[in-house]
């Protein structure tokens, strides 16, 4: 069965839209440090609170779940409202410091019935060609995350008030335009009761199993590559006596990562999802160990180097997804995917709060040695897995 022309496209522009909260919060740290009274140490609390928040939700999520039981697409409006609402909580004049972690633990929360339900959506639509919808697909959350970035590196987005206004309304419209454009899709099986146990009993498929591991591997490297990308541009400037501008920079780097996902998806057709998955996780890996090194280059090799890097290091995730989709039942594809985001962005905890950890030991130029382990673990588990 043909999907409507207008399907995908719907489903890109909404989860663009409605991820675009996720590090508006770290966009505006300093009128954040000053409405709080916290000190610098509070980009890494902002961003742990948002990725603890959609831990948490995802496992409810998957737990209950709730992509697999109720309509997909009014999960994601519900969610899409609420996470609106926790970000627009920024803009209070008297948010305190809990109320801040809150709110950002609110907006992870609810970016769980948003990402991995969106690409629940997806699966529900194109049983064949997966790869490539998901390449777009997770292509728009990634330019999602870099928007807030881009927004303050502009003159008439360095503020605040625009920052988190901006990014609420897309996630509102967002919500609305899915909701309204995109009915449940013709392959969706609904689960008609309740299982706790079916996330875990997946683990127990092999290809699931492999993909989901490859899957860990490289969100061990991501989400820290880019939370501290804009400290790395920053020690570049330090040593090399450039100006080059953090928030510009982080925000493309970060949106180069959009753009290869959807050329990832394109390849994906003619090489594979595990094939593109592999090769830019070894890439990606190999960026690491050469990172050190970056750093006393030239600002041309240097900002070369890492929007490179910024490619590689997104292009596998889509393909992972489709990897684990492809594994399981169709009536358990949201719980599954739910679930594997769940356990990969907990990992993200762990490689962001290390690498702020050894900052009080190793070089800024040395940190990213360590995001190497996740590419190593992933493609010893990914080349086990029978191709797709």
């Not at 989860?15 to 770290?26: D, E, H, I, V």
């Not at 683990?203 to 989901?212: E, L, Q, S, T, V």
């Not at 990897?323 to 399981?328: D, E, K, P, Q």
């Amino acid at each position: 069965m043909k999907s409507k022309s207008h399907i995908l496209p719907t489903i890109i522009l909404a989860q663009f839209a409605c991820t675009s909260p996720w590090f508006a919060g770290n966009t505006i740290i300093d009128e954040l440090i000053s409405k709080t009274g916290f000190g610098a140490e509070l980009a890494g609390y902002v961003i742990s609170s948002v990725q603890f928040g959609f831990i948490t939700g995802t496992l409810v999520f998957a737990l209950l779940m709730l992509a697999d039981r109720f309509s997909p697409s009014k999960v994601f409006l519900i969610c899409a409202l609420l996470a609106a609402l926790c970000n627009l909580y920024l803009l209070s004049d008297s948010i305190t410091k809990w109320g801040l972690l809150s709110a950002r633990f609110g907006t992870g929360f609810f970016l769980a019935g948003i990402y991995p339900v969106g690409m629940k959506i997806a699966a529900d639509y194109y049983e064949k060609g997966l790869g490539k919808a998901l390449g777009f697909l997770v292509g728009a959350l990634v330019l999602g995350t870099a928007l807030p970035f881009l927004i303050n590196g502009t003159d008439w987005g360095n503020s605040p008030t625009t920052v988190i206004t901006v990014t609420s309304i897309l996630t509102l419209f967002g919500g609305a335009l899915l909701y309204i454009l995109v009915p449940d899709g013709p392959y969706q099986k609904k689960s008609t009761t309740l299982k706790l146990k079916a996330g875990p009993e997946l683990f127990k498929i092999a290809n699931f199993k492999r993909a989901a591991f490859g899957y860990f591997g490289h969100m061990w490297e991501l989400y820290a590559f880019w939370a501290f990308t804009p400290l790395a541009i920053k020690t570049f400037n330090s040593i090399s006596g450039d100006t080059l501008s953090i928030s510009l920079w982080t925000g493309i780097i970060i949106a180069l990562g959009g753009v290869s996902c959807a050329i990832g998806g394109i390849l994906s057709q003619s090489y594979g999802s595990k094939k593109v998955a592999f090769v830019a996780l070894l890439v990606s890996g190999t960026c690491c160990l050469l990172s050190p090194v970056l750093f006393f280059s030239t600002s041309e090799v240097f900002l070369g180097v890492w929007c490179f890097w910024g490619m590689a290091v997104t292009a596998d995730s889509p393909q992972f997804s489709n990897l684990v989709a492809s594994a399981i039942p169709s009536e358990l594809k949201g719980t599954g995917l739910t679930l594997v985001n769940c356990i990969g962005f907990a990992i993200t905890i762990v490689s962001i709060q290390l690498l702020a950890f050894i900052l009080d030991s190793l070089p800024s130029t040395t940190i990213f040695l360590v995001l190497a382990l996740g590419p190593i673990f992933g493609l010893w588990h990914l080349k086990a897995h029978k191709s797709d």
